[in-house]
């Protein structure tokens, strides 16, 4: 066994690859809650989505890049993004699927904001995701998940009927330190060194 030091400024993961091969069944759990699809979503719009529901587990990836590089992925008819929506003024999860992929699905991002979090709502999100996930030509539906992303983010996955496949090691600079998120946010994550740069 090894301890391999990490320098002050960077994070590290286990990164857990998941798929699945064969729809599943079931009925889709009841919720107040509701999806709504966005066509072609606003830059600023998308980010402000992602930071609400992201930010909470470090999500920081499509914060991170320039506009033209958002642009197309989240604008190639390819991609699909649907928000979660309680009612009230905001939204309060996200589900984006990416079909980019011949014959495959990945869930690219799926969540809720934490007020949400421990109330069965995201069993419902993830059965709807599959729902969506599985048209006509799909053989095989992907998603992944890390060590620093809700502690019950895997074994949802995984009763959903997912099937790890691959684990990978991920290093990265604290984007608290990038000033691409808060420094506050995820305190459960300790936060070693000091701010190198602000977001643009």
């Known amino acids: 066994m090894s301890l391999d ?5 960077e994070l590290a993961a286990v990164v857990i690859f998941l ?3 064969d729809r599943p069944s079931g009925p889709i759990p009841p919720s107040p809650l ?5 066509d072609r979503p606003g830059l600023d719009e998308y980010r402000t989505l992602f930071r609400l529901v992201g930010a909470p587990w470090l999500w920081f990836s499509r914060l991170a890049m320039e506009d033209s590089r958002l642009a197309a992925i989240i604008h190639d008819p390819g991609v699909e993004l649907y928000i979660v929506e309680d009612g009230g003024p905001e939204a ?3 589900l984006e699927l990416d079909f ?3 014959g495959e699905c990945e869930l690219a991002f799926i969540g809720l904001v934490p007020r949400l979090a421990g109330k069965g709502h995201g069993r419902w999100l993830l059965a709807e995701a599959l729902g969506l996930a599985w048209r006509a030509g799909i053989e095989r539906v992907h998603v992944h998940t890390c060590t620093l992303d809700h502690p019950a983010a895997l074994r949802a996955y995984r009763r959903a009927g997912f ?4 684990r990978a090691i991920e290093r990265f600079p604290d ?3 990038l000033g691409i998120l808060p420094r506050g946010c995820a305190p459960q994550v300790p936060l070693f060194g000091t701010e190198t740069s602000s977001a643009p």
């Open 163 to 166: 099937v790890p496949f691959r």
């Open 19 to 21: 798929e699945m091969r």
């Open 175 to 177: 984007p608290r330190l």
């Open 92 to 94: 309060v999860g996200m």
């Open 34 to 38: 509701s999806l709504s699809r966005v």
């Open 100 to 102: 980019r992929e011949a």
């Open 5 to 9: 030091p990490l320098p002050n400024g």
